[in-house]
Protein backbone atom coordinates (compact mmCIF):
# COMPACT_ATOMS: atom_id res chain seq x y z
CA UNK A 1 0.00 0.00 0.00
CA UNK A 2 1.11 3.54 0.23
CA UNK A 3 3.40 4.98 2.45
CA UNK A 4 4.33 8.53 3.09
CA UNK A 5 7.59 9.80 4.55
CA UNK A 6 7.85 12.84 6.73
CA UNK A 7 11.14 14.93 7.28
CA UNK A 8 12.15 16.26 9.30
CA UNK A 9 10.15 15.23 12.91
CA UNK A 10 11.12 18.54 14.71
CA UNK A 11 12.15 21.76 13.44
CA UNK A 12 13.37 24.94 15.23
CA UNK A 13 13.52 28.33 12.50
CA UNK A 14 14.04 31.74 14.01
CA UNK A 15 11.35 34.12 13.87
CA UNK A 16 11.34 35.36 10.26
CA UNK A 17 13.46 32.62 8.81
CA UNK A 18 11.96 29.95 6.02
CA UNK A 19 11.11 26.61 7.04
CA UNK A 20 10.72 23.74 4.56
CA UNK A 21 9.18 20.11 5.37
CA UNK A 22 9.90 17.43 2.94
CA UNK A 23 7.73 14.33 2.29
CA UNK A 24 7.83 11.29 -0.32
CA UNK A 25 5.86 8.90 -1.11
CA UNK A 26 6.01 5.17 -2.53
CA UNK A 27 2.27 5.30 -5.45
CA UNK A 28 3.17 6.97 -8.27
CA UNK A 29 -0.77 6.47 -8.97
CA UNK A 30 -1.32 9.58 -6.02
CA UNK A 31 -2.86 12.64 -7.51
CA UNK A 32 -3.59 14.74 -4.63
CA UNK A 33 -1.41 16.13 -1.99
CA UNK A 34 -2.99 18.42 1.36
CA UNK A 35 -1.17 19.53 4.13
CA UNK A 36 -2.33 19.78 7.43
CA UNK A 37 -1.66 22.01 10.64
CA UNK A 38 -2.53 21.02 13.97
CA UNK A 39 -2.33 23.61 16.70
CA UNK A 40 -2.29 22.29 20.33
CA UNK A 41 -5.87 21.13 21.68
CA UNK A 42 -7.18 21.33 18.44
CA UNK A 43 -8.14 19.11 14.64
CA UNK A 44 -5.74 19.33 11.83
CA UNK A 45 -6.56 22.46 9.47
CA UNK A 46 -6.02 21.99 5.82
CA UNK A 47 -3.59 24.92 4.75
CA UNK A 48 -2.51 24.36 0.91
CA UNK A 49 -3.00 20.82 -1.17
CA UNK A 50 -1.74 20.29 -4.69
CA UNK A 51 -3.32 17.88 -7.50
CA UNK A 52 -0.85 15.98 -9.72
CA UNK A 53 -1.18 17.98 -12.69
CA UNK A 54 0.36 21.38 -10.96
CA UNK A 55 4.23 21.62 -10.33
CA UNK A 56 3.31 24.25 -7.26
CA UNK A 57 0.85 26.12 -5.73
CA UNK A 58 1.34 29.11 -3.39
CA UNK A 59 -0.86 31.40 -0.98
CA UNK A 60 0.37 33.99 0.96
CA UNK A 61 4.04 32.64 2.87
CA UNK A 62 2.83 29.47 2.13
CA UNK A 63 3.97 26.94 -0.87
CA UNK A 64 3.82 24.06 -1.95
CA UNK A 65 5.83 21.87 -4.38
CA UNK A 66 5.78 18.48 -6.18
CA UNK A 67 7.91 16.09 -8.10
CA UNK A 68 6.26 13.86 -9.21
CA UNK A 69 9.26 12.33 -11.19
CA UNK A 70 10.90 12.00 -7.79
CA UNK A 71 7.91 11.08 -6.01
CA UNK A 72 8.48 13.69 -3.45
CA UNK A 73 6.65 17.35 -2.16
CA UNK A 74 7.14 20.28 0.10
CA UNK A 75 5.64 22.96 2.34
CA UNK A 76 7.73 25.79 2.43
CA UNK A 77 7.32 28.58 4.65
CA UNK A 78 8.48 32.45 4.41
CA UNK A 79 8.83 35.21 7.16
CA UNK A 80 8.00 32.76 9.83
CA UNK A 81 5.73 33.87 12.98
CA UNK A 82 5.30 32.90 16.10
CA UNK A 83 1.67 31.74 15.25
CA UNK A 84 3.48 29.26 12.36
CA UNK A 85 3.74 26.86 15.52
CA UNK A 86 2.41 23.71 15.38
CA UNK A 87 2.40 20.33 13.80
CA UNK A 88 2.30 19.99 10.13
CA UNK A 89 0.82 17.12 8.28
CA UNK A 90 1.39 15.71 5.06
CA UNK A 91 -0.64 13.66 3.17
CA UNK A 92 -1.80 11.93 -0.40
CA UNK A 93 -4.29 9.93 -1.54
CA UNK A 94 -3.35 6.45 -2.17
CA UNK A 95 -4.72 4.12 -4.99
CA UNK A 96 -7.68 2.55 -3.06
CA UNK A 97 -8.66 6.03 -2.30
CA UNK A 98 -7.67 6.53 0.99
CA UNK A 99 -5.58 9.64 2.47
CA UNK A 100 -2.45 8.88 3.99
CA UNK A 101 -0.88 11.11 6.44
CA UNK A 102 2.66 11.92 7.28
CA UNK A 103 4.16 11.26 10.76
CA UNK A 104 4.06 15.29 11.53
CA UNK A 105 6.60 17.85 11.88
CA UNK A 106 6.88 19.60 15.21
CA UNK A 107 7.61 23.02 13.85
CA UNK A 108 9.05 25.66 16.92
CA UNK A 109 9.24 29.55 15.76
CA UNK A 110 11.92 30.63 18.00
CA UNK A 111 11.87 34.47 19.33
CA UNK B 1 -15.47 23.46 2.81
CA UNK B 2 -17.57 22.32 5.96
CA UNK B 3 -17.84 23.34 9.66
CA UNK B 4 -17.74 20.14 11.96
CA UNK B 5 -18.58 19.91 15.46
CA UNK B 6 -17.87 17.12 17.86
CA UNK B 7 -19.19 16.08 21.54
CA UNK B 8 -18.02 16.40 23.66
CA UNK B 9 -14.66 18.10 23.46
CA UNK B 10 -12.86 16.14 26.02
CA UNK B 11 -14.18 12.97 28.86
CA UNK B 12 -12.32 11.48 31.19
CA UNK B 13 -13.85 7.98 31.65
CA UNK B 14 -13.65 5.21 33.76
CA UNK B 15 -12.44 1.88 32.64
CA UNK B 16 -14.83 -1.03 31.66
CA UNK B 17 -17.47 1.95 30.30
CA UNK B 18 -18.15 2.94 27.31
CA UNK B 19 -18.46 6.53 25.43
CA UNK B 20 -20.17 7.63 22.27
CA UNK B 21 -18.90 10.81 20.46
CA UNK B 22 -21.41 12.57 18.00
CA UNK B 23 -19.96 14.33 14.53
CA UNK B 24 -22.35 16.83 13.12
CA UNK B 25 -22.10 18.92 9.89
CA UNK B 26 -23.53 22.17 9.02
CA UNK B 27 -24.00 20.54 5.48
CA UNK B 28 -25.01 17.20 3.74
CA UNK B 29 -21.46 15.34 2.61
CA UNK B 30 -20.66 11.87 0.91
CA UNK B 31 -17.87 10.40 3.44
CA UNK B 32 -17.73 10.65 7.12
CA UNK B 33 -14.56 8.75 8.83
CA UNK B 34 -13.37 8.64 11.92
CA UNK B 35 -10.07 8.67 13.06
CA UNK B 36 -7.96 8.00 16.40
CA UNK B 37 -4.61 10.49 16.99
CA UNK B 38 -2.95 9.30 19.93
CA UNK B 39 -0.51 11.68 21.97
CA UNK B 40 2.35 12.95 19.53
CA UNK B 41 1.58 10.52 16.60
CA UNK B 42 0.05 10.86 13.47
CA UNK B 43 -3.67 9.91 12.41
CA UNK B 44 -4.83 6.36 12.29
CA UNK B 45 -7.92 5.96 10.43
CA UNK B 46 -10.45 3.25 12.49
CA UNK B 47 -13.27 3.27 10.02
CA UNK B 48 -15.18 4.99 7.27
CA UNK B 49 -19.20 5.89 7.79
CA UNK B 50 -21.27 4.42 5.31
CA UNK B 51 -24.88 6.05 5.67
CA UNK B 52 -27.50 3.28 6.06
CA UNK B 53 -24.89 0.93 5.70
CA UNK B 54 -22.32 -0.90 7.91
CA UNK B 55 -19.34 1.04 8.50
CA UNK B 56 -16.04 -0.22 6.76
CA UNK B 57 -13.42 -0.52 9.35
CA UNK B 58 -9.66 -1.00 8.87
CA UNK B 59 -7.42 -3.52 9.98
CA UNK B 60 -6.86 -4.14 13.52
CA UNK B 61 -10.09 -2.05 14.46
CA UNK B 62 -13.82 -4.26 14.91
CA UNK B 63 -17.21 -3.72 15.04
CA UNK B 64 -17.64 -4.94 18.52
CA UNK B 65 -15.32 -1.85 20.07
CA UNK B 66 -15.84 0.94 17.63
CA UNK B 67 -19.86 0.45 16.94
CA UNK B 68 -20.09 3.78 14.32
CA UNK B 69 -23.86 4.92 13.57
CA UNK B 70 -24.27 7.08 10.40
CA UNK B 71 -28.10 7.90 10.40
CA UNK B 72 -28.09 10.53 7.51
CA UNK B 73 -25.89 12.90 5.33
CA UNK B 74 -25.14 15.38 8.36
CA UNK B 75 -24.08 13.19 11.23
CA UNK B 76 -22.31 9.87 12.38
CA UNK B 77 -21.66 8.65 16.37
CA UNK B 78 -18.09 6.83 17.18
CA UNK B 79 -18.67 4.81 20.25
CA UNK B 80 -15.74 3.32 22.26
CA UNK B 81 -16.86 0.02 23.96
CA UNK B 82 -15.52 -1.31 27.13
CA UNK B 83 -12.35 1.12 27.67
CA UNK B 84 -9.21 0.68 28.80
CA UNK B 85 -6.33 2.98 29.53
CA UNK B 86 -4.84 2.08 26.08
CA UNK B 87 -8.16 3.92 24.40
CA UNK B 88 -7.19 6.74 26.03
CA UNK B 89 -6.75 9.30 22.90
CA UNK B 90 -7.95 12.04 20.83
CA UNK B 91 -10.92 10.73 18.61
CA UNK B 92 -11.53 13.22 15.18
CA UNK B 93 -14.11 13.08 12.66
CA UNK B 94 -13.38 14.22 9.46
CA UNK B 95 -15.79 14.37 6.21
CA UNK B 96 -15.17 14.78 1.91
CA UNK B 97 -17.46 17.08 0.76
CA UNK B 98 -17.17 14.85 -2.73
CA UNK B 99 -15.49 11.62 -3.01
CA UNK B 100 -11.88 12.21 -3.49
CA UNK B 101 -12.40 15.78 -2.75
CA UNK B 102 -10.40 17.64 0.15
CA UNK B 103 -10.87 16.00 3.63
CA UNK B 104 -12.06 18.28 6.79
CA UNK B 105 -11.52 17.65 10.30
CA UNK B 106 -13.55 18.22 13.71
CA UNK B 107 -11.84 19.65 16.19
CA UNK B 108 -11.58 16.17 18.16
CA UNK B 109 -12.49 14.58 21.15
CA UNK B 110 -10.44 14.39 24.17
CA UNK B 111 -10.64 10.92 25.55
CA UNK B 112 -8.82 10.05 29.01
CA UNK B 113 -9.41 6.18 30.41
CA UNK B 114 -8.09 5.84 33.66
Known amino acids: GENVEQHPSTLSVQEGDSAVIKCTYS??????FPWYKQELGKGPQLIID?????GEKKDQRIAVTLNKTAKHFSLHITETQPEDSAVYFCACWGRDDKIIFGKGTRLHILP | SAVISQKPSRDICQRGTSLTIQCQVD?????MFWYRQQPGQSLTLIATANQGSEATYESGFVIDKFPISRPNLTFSTLTVSNMSPEDSSIYLC???????????FGPGTRLLVL
Open chain 1, 27 to 32: DSASNY
Open chain 1, 50 to 54: IRSNV
Open chain 2, 94 to 104: SVEVAVGETQY
Open chain 2, 27 to 31: SQVTM
